[in-house]
């Protein structure tokens, strides 16, 4: 059987706080080098760029990431296939029932969230391609990441029936449990995190939502039919995509629906959800510092170093976390890093609401 | 007897590196707020604004800070009553010729390094009362400061026969001790740090070099012959002035002259050597953390946060110095500020020569 061409929806969402103060609502995470040279929009997009198993990408996008996310993308000659700019964010249901109302129906669309890093994107590509297998045959596919701790943050699948070819029919979408819960799950081995990684033909999903998020359909739609098409990219009305309901696709449709897969993969895996998360996956020189940006740093063990400002001159320092922009300089320990929120509410109070649309 | 006015002379040199990031040789320490809302020129200036004890002060600096230097005394309404340029740092000994050379010759100079803090003015003003009564007599006189640990890092007085009203005769100057002897000095009760304030006759210090200094005083009169006076400062001549044999008034006379008194002070003195000093020094919140520019720490104690850029966001440190400037962020713990200029040479390498002249 031929490999069907994969269209590729890239999903520029998020305002997050949690990698403050690099991270900002005008310059979210995935537009940063956070781990290496590339940001992490161009990871992903450098991800799927096998012409002879995907198609150029889709991008939706916040309205304000416009520039520098066309910029990114040109610098490594990617053109996307189309880009979907939201005046504002309504969450992945919305944000891929516009990847699915603006292609072609018949195609096999891969939701990407950008902010990812996959340290094997060997097994991810061949996760896709053992996906892709069930999506012909209507499934709904998700990604299974393979756990590698007790992790209370992340939603899990549990595996059901086997459907052959590394694929499992999904038992049940878990809500993020409790260290208790995590454990178990851990130990058993028949639940994967929800990496918010899908795959499935366009038509298919479609037809889920108008069974299950019907509203949510109808309301893109009509965003759709009365927005704009200039500039290369394709704005749905403000004032009608506002309207829509906000909701994950996962809450949306898939939990909801009967013919759902999941494919586990191990692929190194991260969020980068927090600048710890970020001093784990990346690399390190022979004290167990990273760095990035301007640093010198003289005895010094296991320190994360990111600076896109000030050059940051460190002696004597061990276990510390240390960011500095142009605007503020963030300093506290290791392991700590889930108080990043909490300063930056106290720093500066957060937007009103999600800023751009895709999780 | 009246007391004669006394001309302050305040010697604004250096490009001292301990301080780094913060002073550097376009804007040296003096020029900074470092404890408080003043910055150190402005405390000195303030010092000696009693008009019924002094006269304006002479400033002698560096033709690189003229501007900041007369912008800073002119917020507080300082006008000098001369104010000297350096084409390039000469040490103390021309520094003070300059002065001596350009003034009144029965005037009393009060000769006073800028970049020292004061937590007892009312001391220090007692003091140069009591040196007055000396340098009347033809004393050249210095100011000691009472030790408060044993410090190697400064030169020592020892102090000889008492001379009455506060005052002694110098029995001589010892260089920067090791650490046994500072211990002894400072259980001895005899000797007192060298501090740089110098109070004598111009016509007396004058005389002095002549007779030990000859060379300087020759090269300071003809730097100062060939010279220019405009835009309200006196300009040696550049060439002239860069033959000028560079030596401390230390070296060049005090330790040579048979006529030099020594009036102990004790007035929470700092020279503000370090980070760890300015620590030691600067006003604190209730959990020891001193504080400067916007910051923003949460359960953090006895750190020194100083910022005149980025904005400081700290949780959970301890015992640690961070210092952030537009340029440059340094983090180290307590304790070890002494590494800075080790960091600074590898940062970037140290200008050729002095940049400026009085220290």
Known sequence: MTQPLITPVILSGGAGTRLWPLSLPERPKQLHALSGTSTMLQMTAARVRDSALFTAP??????????????????????????????????????????????????????????????????FLAAVAAGAVQAEQGYLVTFGIT?????????YILRGAPLGAGAWAVDRFVEKPDRERAEQYLAGGQHDWNGGIFLFRARDMLAGLEVHAPDILAAVRAALAKGRRDLGAVQPDAASFAAVRSQSIDHALLERHERVAVVPVDMDWSDVGSWDALHDIAAKDADGNSRSGEVLAQDSRNCLFHSTGPRIVAAGLEDLIVVATADAVLILPRGQSQRVKELVDRVAPPPARPLSASE
């Open 58 to 123: 889709v991008v939706i996008a916040s309205t304000r990431h416009a520039e520098p996310i066309a910029a990114q993308l040109a610098a490594i000659s990617v053109e996307p296939l189309a880009t979907i700019l939201e005046p504002v964010g309504r969450n992945t249901a919305a944000a891929v029932a516009l990847a699915a109302l603006e292609g072609d129906p018949d195609a096999l669309l891969l939701i990407m969230p950008s902010d990812h890093v996959i340290g094997r994107p060997d097994r």
């Open 147 to 155: 756990p590698t701790r007790a992790e209370t943050g992340y939603g």
